[in-house]
């Protein structure tokens, strides 16, 4: 029997964060899995975590937990999806570590995701983006942090984990304008050049922000590198001042994430390229970006225009004489019978 252990720790240890450079989310978003994966297994197996061996990981014990994650956790199939893809990439790391284990290892890999209906994703109006925007007090120090924050998560599209991210010496400013250099996934950089407003506002914080230890721009009041929770705390907050002005956004659900969506429309509008879209957002594919087509009505009307329909040859329906004689309401009158009739007198033999 091969012990668990040492494979997941070199599995999150070494390999995503070092080999495979993910970022500290998706790290922890996959030992998170695991962590639900060895709960389950160590109460069906009745043995602690720490000796449990990879081959009572087989096809059977996984199927039973992606049925449990959606039976007693009650999980949507796509986050019962994005455990499965934890577990996959486990197994291909096994691959080449474990020879022995390869039909089994297999076996589990050939387990099918679950279809999920895909939402269209959510975006705020104008309206909803000007309330959220004039949420924060100009007037206070945290006030001009957090529409610093906003400004740039709007503007840039940023993932949270960008935004927090944004070290002092990724800034550039020219003029009216801020270049920011952007970490994304993978630790795939690019750069981005925000308008005056944006640039304004991060001027506005830096003035104000005062000299900490840490490299980051917006940092919290204690003076700490502003962490994921903090932003989705403060995005909350402002949340519900906004909604006295645009009630709108009382109902909506409101993440980071959909300041994502609403700077990707804003640019598909602006430029018609799915392609800009791909390089704002950092996307490593344009097929990523085709969500936002869905949401576009401007990109389906031009496609419509742009359609030619083939020319037809044409002709007019001529409907025959009884017919046109039944709509006009005159009596039509019956044709002989083929068969005569019998005359008077006779009868049939």
């Known amino acids: 029997m091969t012990p668990l252990a040492p494979h997941l720790t070199a599995f999150l240890r070494e390999r995503l964060p070092v080999q495979r450079r993910a970022s500290q989310h998706t790290c922890d978003t996959y030992a998170y899995a695991f962590q639900l994966l060895l709960s389950f297994a160590s109460q069906r197996l009745g043995k602690p975590p720490s000796l449990l061996s990879i081959e009572e990981f087989d096809v059977a014990l996984i199927s039973d ?15 019962r999806n994005a455990r499965l893809a934890a577990i996959k990439s486990f197994m291909h790391f096994l691959e080449h570590r474990i020879p022995s284990a390869l039909e089994q290892i297999h076996r589990v890999l050939e387990i099918p995701s679950q279809r999920c209906d895909r939402r269209l994703v959510q975006h705020l109006t104008d309206d909803e983006e000007r309330a959220l925007l004039d949420a924060p007090d100009p007037t206070t120090r945290m006030g001009i942090r957090d529409r610093a924050m906003l400004d740039v998560a709007l503007a840039g599209g940023l993932r949270v984990s960008e935004l927090v991210g944004i070290r002092m010496d990724d800034l550039r400013f020219d003029g009216p304008y801020v270049d920011v250099v952007i970490r994304g996934k993978g630790r795939k950089e690019r750069q981005l050049r925000l308008w005056k407003r944006v640039g304004n506002s991060i001027r506005a914080w830096l003035a104000v922000r005062e000299t900490t230890a840490v490299p980051e721009v917006f940092v919290n009041a204690q003076g700490r590198h502003m962490t994921r929770a903090g932003f989705e705390y403060v995005l909350d907050r402002c949340k519900a001042i906004a909604v006295r002005q645009c009630p709108s956004l009382a109902g909506r659900q409101l993440s980071p994430h959909v300041l994502r969506h609403t700077c990707a429309l804003r640019v598909l509008k602006a430029t018609g390229d799915i392609r800009q879209v791909a390089l704002w957002l950092g ?10 087509l869905e949401l576009d009505p401007l990109e389906k009307l031009q496609a419509v225009a742009g359609v030619i329909p083939p020319s037809l040859r044409p002709g007019k329906f001529s409907p025959p004489d009884r017919l046109i004689a039944s709509l006009r309401g005159k009596p039509i009158m019956r044709t002989e019978s083929r068969r005569p009739r019998r005359e008077a007198g006779h009868s049939s033999a």
Request: glycine share 0%; proline share 4%; aromatic share 8%.
């Open 65 to 79: 937990f992606l049925v449990h994650l959606q039976t007693a956790r009650r999980n949507e199939p796509r986050t």
């Open 283 to 292: 996307h490593a594919s344009t097929t990523t970006s085709e969500i936002y």
